[in-house]
Structures are given as structure tokens and as C-alpha cells.
């Protein structure tokens, strides 16, 4: 399915390399991506882009998959980013992606991270409130430099996703009232330290109801640019954000040619250069985690497969009732009888489960199972709740696989953590 072919003899396939090979050689739970799939969709979206001649540069959303070799195999695919935290932003640098390719977002940037984002000589930051344009200002005078500021405005539109991911209803913390923003920009243009380059906007994530609340938003957004042009303030850039959706089982998403379209139609004929800030469309379906089952129980009412990947590894399902695919590596299970059961992760509590009712084979301990679009808010979300040690991750290309993240020793997840002096055995 999607990025996975099926081999007969060698069961799941990413590209030229058997996922049981991966597990054989790394153990599970191991992220997966696929280089191929990653540099395609950028490919798509970019071309998508260029046919509706919405030219944009397309800025990734590291928070997606902030993995090195994920973020350099974008970069050397023509990607820039889009980064919330000096974390981030270090991330990006250290991924090759050039300072002037960065855009910097986020409801609450501190001071430091400001600093640090001018200092390496940031392409923009997007500001969300009269406050925070206040102190770019104040810094940015500080240190004598002139610091390039977009404005977010919350164009007041429902995106139709889910509550805890839509961002564009008035409601929401992110932006500045679009109402307001005539007269912060004009106090941008006044402030000393500031260089108002233009306006950005994010509505939602996961959005699936087709383009029309990006439609809506790209509209109110051209006509504040027209606004603040007849105002006599300079309006060279916007930025669209992020938020295209992928089908996780049958949704059908809007395509990137029709958000090109909508895009070329609202902001087309502005004369200014447009950016895009997509995570889950390019990496989402780039993505695997790959599990094993330990042992399958039957319960009292239903069967549960019980694998060593958890909720401190994917959390998307316990968090936002995210629906996950969930199939089989071994050829010998796609022609097994299938029965609904409930797939599970070990964690002491009940949400620590993946799907209910899922039609799947029986599988014996030690069978292979992949979930499938993990390559957005998987491995980025993951914690070590209940002490687990954050999973592997491995690149493919080709017939190639690498390790690109080790798997956290038992060591490193009790490293850093100190007894204090009043305690036996503090040293
Ligand atoms: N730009 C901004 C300002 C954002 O806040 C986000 C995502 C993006 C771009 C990228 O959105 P995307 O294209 O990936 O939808 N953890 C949630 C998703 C949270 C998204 C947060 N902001 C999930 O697993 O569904």
C-alpha cells in the first residue's frame, strides 16, 4: 500500500528493502522512512505549485518529522523550513538548510530564541501578537540588526479538522485578528529593528473537507494585502502555511493541484512571492513504524494483539482517536483468515491502544506488523512514558537502509537524572 510493495517471497517492501530485514538487523519498534516517497511528494507538490503558476517556495514543517536525514534528504530536494523553537531551527541549520530559507513560527517565541534566530540571519519571523512584535523590535534594535517580521492574522475560518489541530477560528490562540491587522503592520513599518516583509497564515492540520476554508482564508488575506497597500505599507510575501491532509483510511483529500489553484486564484495576481508550510502531506505516508507482536491475548470479549510498539510511541491514535492502517509483514498472514481484534501497546492504561475491532489475521509472537503514515507527528511526538527508550529510525533508499536515529540505550533514558545531597546514595 502506498509507499509499500509486497514481495512474495520477502514479505513488506519499502522500495528495494524487506521491512522483516530491517527488524531482523534492528529490532522493533523502528520508524521507517522512505527517501523516495519523501523526494516525490516535495516533487509533487512542487510541480502542482508551478502548474497553477502559484510559484511558492515550499518551507517543511520540521515539528513533522524533525529526523537529520529526513530534514537532508528534503533540503537536497530544494525544501526550506518551518521551525517553532531554537530546537527546530538548530535542526534545520544542521540539516544544511540555508538561515535565508527559514521561516520561524510559533504563539510564543522567547527572547533567546529570537536572538538566536536573528543572529543566524533569519529569512522571517512570523509574529502572532502586538506583544511579540514589541520585542522583535526591542532585540532586534539591541543588536543593530533588522529583523524581517510577517504577520499572522487568524482569518476567523473553520478548517473542519479536528479540535485539537484547527488553528484559524478567532477562538484559537494562534495569530492577530484579521481586523487588527491594518494597524499592527503600520506600527511594524514604524517600529525601529523591524522590516514588515509580509502577511502568513495556518488554518488547521489534517484537512480533508476539500480547499474551501483555504479558499476563504487566501481570500481575506489578499484583501488585507490590498489594504495595507493602499495604505502605502510594503507587502512583499505570504506565507500560506501548512495543513494539506492525507488519507489515513478513506478520507479523500484535496489534491496539491487544487490548493495550487486555490491559491493562484486568491493570491495569484498580488506580484508577491508565496510560501507554503507542509509537514504531514510530504512525510506522513513517507512513513512506517514498524512492530512486533509479543503475544495475543483473548480477553473476556475480543481478542488483543499485543505488540512492542506503544502509545509513548504513536500517540495519534490515544490523543486525537487518530485512525492508523495496520498490516501484516509476512506473506503467510495476507492469506490467513482475518477476525476482528484489538491491537494494543503495553502501556498501563487503556488508551494505550491502537485500533478496536481491526480485522486481522491471528499472529503468533514475533510477527511483523507495520502502521502505516508514521512519518508525520510519529517519531516527533514520541516520548519515554513508562521508561521506554525512544525507538530506532532508519532511512531507506533504494536498496539501501541506514540507521538515522539509534535506538535510546537503557543508559541514555537514565542519563542526566541526579539524587539530590540529602538523599543515601547521592555522590
Ligand atoms: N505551519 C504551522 C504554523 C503549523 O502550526 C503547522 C502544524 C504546520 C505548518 C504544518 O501542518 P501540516 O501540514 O503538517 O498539517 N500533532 C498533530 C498535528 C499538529 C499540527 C500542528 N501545526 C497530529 O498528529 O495530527
Given at each position: 500500500r502506498r509507499q509499500l510493495t509486497m514481495d512474495p517471497a520477502a514479505g513488506l517492501m519499502m522500495e528495494g528493502v524487506a521491512l522483516a530485514a530491517i527488524a531482523r538487523a534492528h529490532g522493533t519498534p523502528t520508524w521507517v522512512y522512505s527517501a523516495g516517497t519523501l523526494r516525490r511528494r516535495l516533487g509533487l507538490l512542487q510541480g502542482a505549485l508551478d502548474d497553477a503558476r502559484a510559484k511558492a517556495q515550499v518551507h517543511f514543517a520540521v515539528k513533522a518529522n524533525p529526523n537529520l536525514a529526513v530534514l537532508r534528504t528534503l533540503a537536497e530536494a530544494g525544501a526550506g523550513a518551518d521551525v517553532v523553537s531554537?530546537?527546530?531551527l538548530r535542526l534545520a541549520?544542521?540539516?544544511?538548510?540555508?538561515?535565508?530559507?527559514?521561516?520561524?513560527?510559533?504563539?510564543g517565541k522567547t527572547l533567546a530564541e529570537i536572538r538566536y534566530a536573528l543572529a543566524e540571519g533569519i529569512q522571517q519571523i512570523n509574529a502572532e501578537s502586538a506583544e511579540e512584535v514589541?520585542?522583535?523590535?526591542?532585540?532586534?534594535?539591541?543588536m543593530g540588526v533588522e529583523a524581517p517580521v510577517a504577520l499572522r492574522v487568524n482569518p476567523d475560518v473553520d478548517a473542519k479538522t479536528h479540535a485539537k489541530i484547527t488553528t484559524g477560528k478567532s477562538e484559537n490562540k494562534f495569530g492577530i485578528a484579521i481586523g487588527d491587522?491594518?494597524?499592527?503592520?503600520?506600527?511594524?513599518?514604524?517600529?525601529?529593528?523591524?522590516r514588515p516583509v509580509g502577511v502568513a497564515v495556518h488554518i488547521g492540520s489534517q484537512i480533508t473537507a476539500g480547499v474551501s476554508a483555504y479558499r476563504i482564508a487566501y481570500g481575506h488575506l489578499a484583501d488585507l494585502v490590498r489594504a495595507l497597500r493602499a495604505q502605502g505599507l510594503p507587502v512583499e510575501r505570504v506565507d500560506c502555511g501548512g495543513g494539506l491532509g492525507i488519507p489515513y483510511r478513506d478520507e479523500p483529500p484535496p489534491a496539491p493541484a487544487a490548493l495550487a489553484g486555490a491559491i493562484a486564484a486568491t493570491l495569484g495576481n498580488l506580484g508577491v512571492e508565496l510560501m507554503v508550510e507542509p509537514g504531514r502531506w510530504i512525510s506522513g505516508p513517507a512513513g512506517v513504524l514498524l512492530a512486533s507482536v509479543i503475544l495475543q491475548k483473548t480477553g473476556a470479549e475480543r481478542r488483543f494483539v499485543v505488540v512492542d510498539a506503544a502509545m509513548n510511541d504513536l500517540v495519534r491514535p490515544a490523543m486525537y482517536d487518530a485512525w492508523h492502517g495496520i498490516v501484516p509483514v509476512s506473506p503467510a498472514d495476507y492469506v490467513a483468515p482475518i477476525a476482528p481484534c484489538d491491537v494494543v501497546g503495553p502501556i498501563c492504561e487503556t488508551g494505550d491502544t491502537f485500533t478496536r475491532n481491526r480485522g486481522l489475521p491471528s499472529l503468533d509472537p514475533g510477527s511483523l506488523v507495520a502502521f502505516l503514515d508514521a512519518?508525520?507527528?510519529?517519531?516527533?511526538?514520541?516520548?519515554?512514558?513508562?521508561?521506554?527508550?525512544?525507538a530506532a529510525e532508519i532511512l531507506v533508499d533504494g536498496d539501501r537502509f541506514a540507521v538515522v536515529r539509534e535506538r535510546q540505550t537503557q543508559e541514555a533514558l537514565l542519563a542526566g537524572q541526579k539524587l539530590p545531597s540529602w538523599l543515601a546514595g547521592a555522590t
Open positions: 531554537e530546537g527546530e541549520r544542521a540539516a544544511g538548510i540555508a538561515a535565508d530559507h527559514i521561516v520561524f513560527s510559533g504563539v514589541e520585542m522583535i523590535s526591542a532585540i532586534a534594535t539591541a491587522a491594518p494597524a499592527l503592520y503600520a506600527r511594524m513599518a514604524s517600529l525601529p529593528g523591524i512519518g508525520a507527528y510519529g517519531a516527533s511526538m514520541s516520548s519515554t512514558y513508562n521508561s521506554r527508550p525512544l
